[in-house]
C-alpha cells in the first residue's frame, strides 16, 4: 500500500468513526429522527437481540423512540471506538430512569444502568449495517422485571 493510499484508508476509518459517534450522540442521546433518516441508508439493515428477524430503518427508529419514551433522560456514554475498513465498534454505558412503560413493565422510577456494543458498516457516508448487543437481563433485573441471581444478591 503506497503512502497516499494509506492515508486515504485511515480518512476513510476516521469519516466512518465520526458517522457512527453521530448517531450515538445525536440520534440514541438527542433523539433527533431526522439525522437518522439521513445516517441510515435506505436499504439499512439493524441486526437486534431478541428480534425475530433483522430490522430496517423506520422500525430501528421506532426502536430508539420506544426506548426514549421509557427512559426520557437516556445518556449513553461511548466508552471505547475501534475501526477498521468500513467497521466502527464502540462500547457504551447507558444510564437513565424508567418513566414510561417498557416492554409491558410500567414506570418504576428507578435509575438503572445497560452496558452494550454497537458494529456499524458504513458505505458511502451512510450507515448501511448494524448489529447491537447490550445487557438485556440486567436492565430487567434492575427494574425487577426479572429477579436477581443468589449470587448477585449477596
Do not use: C
Amino acid at each position: 500500500m503506497s503512502s497516499v493510499q494509506a492515508a486515504e484508508a485511515a480518512t476513510s476509518i476516521e469519516s466512518n468513526k465520526a458517522v457512527y459517534l453521530r448517531w450515538f450522540e445525536e440520534v440514541v442521546k438527542g433523539a433527533d429522527l431526522a439525522l437518522a433518516e439521513a445516517l441510515l441508508a435506505p436499504d439499512y439493515v439493524f441486526h437486534f437481540p431478541g428480534a425475530p428477524a433483522p430490522l430496517g430503518r423506520e422500525d430501528h427508529m421506532a426502536l430508539v423512540m420506544m426506548f426514549r419514551t421509557a427512559f426520557p433522560d437516556w445518556v449513553e456514554a461511548v466508552e471505547d471506538v475501534i475501526a477498521e475498513g468500513d467497521k466502527v465498534v464502540v462500547r457504551v454505558a447507558g444510564t437513565g430512569t424508567h418513566q414510561g412503560e417498557f416492554q409491558g413493565i410500567p414506570p418504576t422510577g428507578r435509575r438503572v444502568t445497560a452496558n452494550g456494543m454497537g458494529i456499524g458498516r458504513i458505505v458511502g457516508g451512510r450507515i448501511v449495517e448494524a448489529w447491537a448487543a447490550y445487557d438485556a437481563l440486567g436492565l430487567m433485573q434492575q427494574l425487577g422485571a426479572v429477579p436477581a441471581s443468589e449470587r448477585e444478591e449477596r
